[in-house]
Every structure is written in C-alpha cells, then in structure tokens.
C-alpha cells in the first residue's frame, strides 16, 4: 500500500514549507547550565537558556543520591496503579510534603502534570456545573476542560472585566459549581496571571479557583511556594509538576482540600488507569521539596541571572516582554527569523528554541529564554555577546 499515508505527508510538507517545522536536539549530557550536544557527528558545549531547570536541580547530587537510594530500597517501579498495588512509604511521604509545601489538606500525585490536569476536571464538574478558562492557559487544561461536562467559558488573557463578564453569564445561567482556572503564569510571555484580582471575583460570585503553578512552584513567592504566595491569596486547587524546577525529572500533582483530592482518588481517569511514579523520581521529588524549601540561595542567584540578562539585552537594543519571571522572551515577530536565530546562537555556543505559530500568536515569533540557578555571571555575559553578534548579522539590533 504505497499511498496508505500519502495525505500524511502532504500535511507534513506543509508544516515544513511553512517554516513550522519542530526538530530536536540530542543532548548527551545531564541537563546543566552548559551542556553537551551532538551536532555534525562530534558533540559541542553550549550554555542552555531553554530548560526549564530554574533552579538548576535536574543534576543535583542530593536528589540523584535520593534516586539512587530508591532504586535500591524500592525498586525500579511499581507495575501497578496506585490503588491496587501501586502505593509505597514514599508515595504517601511526597503527598503529604506537597500538601505541606504548598498550604494545603492533602495532595495526589499523577504520572506528570499533564495528567493532572486532564484527570481534574471531569470528576468534580457535570453538566450542571461551568469553568471558566483563561484563553491562554496551558495545552492540558485545554484538553481536560474537553473532557468534562461543564458548560465552557473562557476569557480574555488577564482581563478581569472579561472574567467577571463570564462569571455572570455562568452565574445567570444557573451553575451549581463555577470552576475559575488559570496558568499562575503564562509560559510563553512570562507574565504572572492577576491572583489576587482573580480570588477577589472568584469569592465574590462563590466560584472556586484552581491556578497551574508548573512555572512558579519552587522559586517563585516565599520559600518558593508559587504565584498564589506571592500573590497572598489561597487558590482552592494547584497543579503542579516535578518536571520543572523541583528536579526536571516527571510527576504531577493536584493539591486541594481533603474532600477534593479524595474525589480524585476514587474517580480521576489518569490516576486510575495509569502506572503510578517510580519510587526513585518520587524520592528525589522529595528532596527538591526540601532544597526548594530552604533554598532562598538558589533562589537569589536565579533572580540576579534574570536582572543581568535583561539589563544586558534592553541595553542592546533588542525587544523584550517586560516582566519579572525567569522566562525572558525576545521578540522577532517572524518564524524564520526565530528559527534561523535559534541556529546561529548554537554555533555561536548558546542553546535557545525558537517560537512560533501555534505555539505563539501568528507573527509574535520569540526567542524564549529562560534563566536558571545554573548558570553563572559569566555564562549571561556569554549569551548576552552571542546574541549581540547574531542580533547584528541579521539586522535585528544595529
Ligand atoms: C509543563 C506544563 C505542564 C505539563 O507538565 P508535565 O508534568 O511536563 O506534564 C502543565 N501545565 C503547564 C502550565 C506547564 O507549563
């Protein structure tokens, strides 16, 4: 059958002839502030500026000490979901450092945060219910909303008119539940959604909230407690993942109220019908909760990389989105323009990804960066260079 998948590859030479064309890199090291890359059959170091290892965890001798401990106590997995025989000491020890952590009752953990969010949705919302959805929020939350019955209703990214708009028409409507659910900050801009402007309506037409804190929780509010700490506010549900800056390894988790996280428990397909994590990632979990806890150090020094880099960068001319999270996104409008830069920052020794539709908007192609504990003074200043040079080749910066 020689024309079995032809309608494939039409499809796929129009995603490379649109200049959307995704490829990878094989790194061949830990994932680090320098890494090691195969590029033309040898391998090159290069300072990362695209990982999400804010904290610069994901080699961190502690937790991969943890790992190894684990492995050798507990085993390689579990071969089991959870609530047939899949539950260890270590399980139940990371739900409750969670909890803990976070100001919450209790926590369950999910295969990855992706899971989380897909398998949160559908067990406390029927059709007599309605969420309201940030139009920007995370691919997950998207799907999971699909996966319930509530009534659907999104608003405008941060645009607390808008979603008091929406919070009316649910109310009207007659919602037994509302559900407001937000990004606690929006990956692809660095902007932090408005929590206490959101709690505030949230209380005011008695909805709920729930807030996916995957790119805050670890360094972002007091001892890294997430968006909704550095907001004051409480969020009724988090989701959360332990493939960012507690370790970069996988994992996901909802921390709630009892009743909720109980709900989850009996009736949430991805934690039902899923393996549950291997004990070595669920130890070394634990103790990037606990270098995440103590660690205003790390925290400190991913701050000051995040200020250096763009003073360094707005000095030299190029557009960046204002803000004060790690995520630090330059602004090239066009896909190419972000693909070829991505390519010579490489060869010039610094890893960056470009951005583009449909991750983006059409023609608000980036450069997204992202800072990182790992990475010293120096390395900034090495990017910041490579950057001015390649900035310059393409007449992006004079
Ligand atoms: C990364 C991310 C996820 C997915 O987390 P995984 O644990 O990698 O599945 C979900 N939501 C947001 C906002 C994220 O940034």
Redesign the pocket.
């Known amino acids: 059958m020689p024309d079995a998948f032809s309608d494939i590859a039409a499809e796929l030479e129009q995603i490379r002839n649109a200049n959307l064309w995704k490829t990878e890199r094989n790194i061949i090291s830990p994932q680090a502030g320098y890494v090691k890359v195969e590029a033309q059959g040898s391998a090159r170091e290069v300072v990362n500026l695209c990982a999400?290892n804010y904290l610069g965890l994901a080699d961190h001798p502690g937790l991969i000490a943890a790992a190894h401990k684990a492995l050798d106590d507990h085993g390689l997995g579990m071969a089991s979901v959870r609530f047939i025989c899949g539950t260890s000491d270590l399980h139940k020890k990371l739900e409750a450092r969670i909890a803990n952590y976070l100001g919450h009752e209790d926590a369950i953990l999910f295969a990855?945060?992706?899971?989380?969010?897909g398998g949160v949705f559908e067990p406390l919302l029927g059709d007599r219910d309605a969420v309201i959805s940030d139009q920007l929020?995370?691919a997950?939350?998207i799907d999971g909303i699909r996966l319930c019955k509530a009534v659907r209703y999104r608003f405008a990214n941060g645009d607390m008119k808008d979603l008091e708009k929406q919070l009316q028409a649910a109310r009207s409507a007659g919602a037994r539940r509302i559900l407001v659910v937000t990004?606690g900050?929006f990956?692809m801009d660095g902007y932090f959604a408005r929590l206490g402007e959101i709690r505030a309506l949230a209380d005011l037409y008695d909805a709920w909230l729930m807030v996916?804190d995957?790119?805050a929780t670890g360094f972002i509010g007091a001892q890294g407690r997430g968006t909704p700490s550095r907001a004051g506010i409480h969020a009724d549900i988090i989701?959360g993942?332990?493939?960012?800056a507690l370790g970069g390894s996988?994992?996901?988790f909802i921390a709630a109220a009892g009743p909720v996280v109980d709900l989850m428990r009996q009736r949430s397909r991805p934690y039902l019908f899923s393996n549950a994590l291997p004990p070595a990632i669920v130890a070394a979990a634990i103790k990037a909760i606990d270098i995440a806890e103590a660690g205003n150090d790390l925290r400190q020094r991913l701050n000051a990389n995040a200020q250096h880099f763009r003073t360094e960068m707005t000095k030299t001319g190029f557009s960046l989105l204002p803000g004060e999270h790690p995520i630090i996104p330059i602004m090239l409008e066009k896909a190419e323009l972000a693909q070829e830069m991505a390519t010579r920052l490489f060869d010039e020794g610094v890893y960056v990804t470009g951005f583009f539709y449909p991750v983006v908007p059409q023609g608000k192609a980036r450069i997204r960066t992202q800072m990182s504990a790992a990475l010293s003074p120096a390395d900034i200043d090495r990017a910041v260079t490579a950057f001015v040079k390649v900035g310059k080749q393409l007449g992006i910066i004079a």
């Open positions: 999400n990855a945060c992706f899971d989380a969010n929020n995370h997950s939350i990004d900050v990956s996916d995957c790119h989701t993942t332990f493939g960012k996988a994992g996901g």
